[in-house]
């Protein structure tokens, strides 16, 4: 275990919610949306979303504002709603399915129940995170990425892949969070290693690691100087950094794996229309909005540190720009099998 150590300005400022972000008056105005929204269209949208609370609402107020429509947002995780669009199946209320991570979409998909969007709304973001089959839209991203604390350790002393924290000589010098994007991560070394190699490695990290539980508790860690560095998803550090009043004032800094390893995975959040929708066209234009520039991506550039996926919208959150970051490229379709992913975290003794 590590020693904590304390730390005033992280104690007193640490422990930022991922949905605290505040809405800006621009959107709550619902402008930034796109010219070639109909205005005063009829119809009710029901969004079962498991993205960042905040987020989604801010997106269903701003989607009513440009189409007239009313939209309702059903709030849970991923895999819950997935498993209820399944449950419902032919009867389900679901019109949009909007996901954090890439696997619940693409295991309704792998199960026929998912509408093919519109090529159209398809060719407005980075065709790298949509999957090949078409069948949902890659609207925002997350890039795994280290938390480190330069007090603690260079960047250049950092490992140079993920899969060398299965090492000895990471024992105790790092933290991790077993969540949704790890789960990810494992599904797709699954895939690319193999499920033996896989369970070596997640055996690895449960030796040397310190499995703190949350991203907020890693990122925490790193900042206080309790830890050298930490896996999560990039955004949390950027949370931080806003509430904080920039990155200079944070200890902690942000680095990104090269090389298309594994650690610098990026992962597509998902927009899917349920088969069994009753409101389809209304369903396709809410996709196609949510893609544009002027819509839903500004939306998410100016609310919340995750990637937009329009080419040209910039973060106002100094993100990097994605063309920078070096991630394996991959089918964002093929993280369907969530179930062998969690069996072996199981079973290295993780969770």
Avoid: C
């Avoid at 621009?26 to 009710?44: D, I, N, W």
């Avoid at 790890?182 to 193999?194: C, D, M, Q």
């Avoid at 800094?253 to 390893?261: A, I, P």
């Amino acid at each position: 275990m590590f020693q904590r150590r304390e730390n005033r300005r992280a104690v007193l400022r640490l422990g930022v919610a991922a949905a605290g972000l505040a809405v800006s008056p621009l959107v709550a105005r619902g402008q930034g949306t796109p010219a070639a929204t109909p205005a005063g269209s009829a119809g009710t949208l029901t969004i079962y979303s498991g993205q960042h609370e905040a987020l989604a609402n801010t997106l269903a107020r701003a989607f009513e504002a440009a189409s007239g429509a009313t939209v309702s947002v059903r709030a849970g995780s991923d895999s819950d709603l997935a498993n209820q669009i399944i449950e419902e199946g032919d009867k389900t209320n679901a019109d949009i399915f909007l996901t954090e991570e890439p696997g619940p979409a693409a295991t309704l998909d792998a199960q026929g129940l998912l509408a093919p969007i519109d090529a159209a709304s398809l060719a407005k973001t980075d065709k790298r995170f949509n999957p090949e089959n078409g069948h949902w839209l890659g609207y925002a991203a997350r890039s795994r990425a280290i938390f480190y604390n330069p007090e603690l350790i260079a960047e250049s002393d950092l490992p140079g892949s993920l899969l060398d924290l299965g090492n000895d000589e990471w024992q105790g010098k790092f933290a991790y969070a077993p969540t949704g994007a790890f789960t990810s991560t494992v599904a797709y070394l699954i895939n690319t290693i193999g499920a033996d190699e896989t369970l070596a490695w997640l055996q690895g990290i449960a030796k040397n690691g310190e499995n703190l539980l949350k991203n907020g508790a890693v990122r925490d860690a790193v900042e206080a100087g309790q830890i050298p560095f930490g896996l999560s998803n990039h955004y949390y550090w950027y949370i931080l950094a806003n509430e904080m009043g920039g990155p200079e004032h944070l200890t902690s800094r942000v680095h990104y794996m090269k090389g298309q390893d594994p650690g610098g995975l990026v992962l597509a959040s998902a927009a899917a229309i349920p088969a069994a929708s009753r409101n389809q066209d209304l369903a396709q234009q809410f996709v196609s909005w949510l893609a544009d520039p002027a819509g839903g991506q500004a939306i998410i550039a100016a609310e919340s540190p995750q990637f937009p996926l329009a080419p040209g919208v910039e973060s106002r959150f100094g993100l990097p720009p994605l063309s920078e970051l070096d991630p394996p490229l991959f089918d964002q379709g093929s993280l369907k099998d969530a179930d062998q992913a969690i069996a072996l975290i199981l079973e290295a003794g993780i969770i």
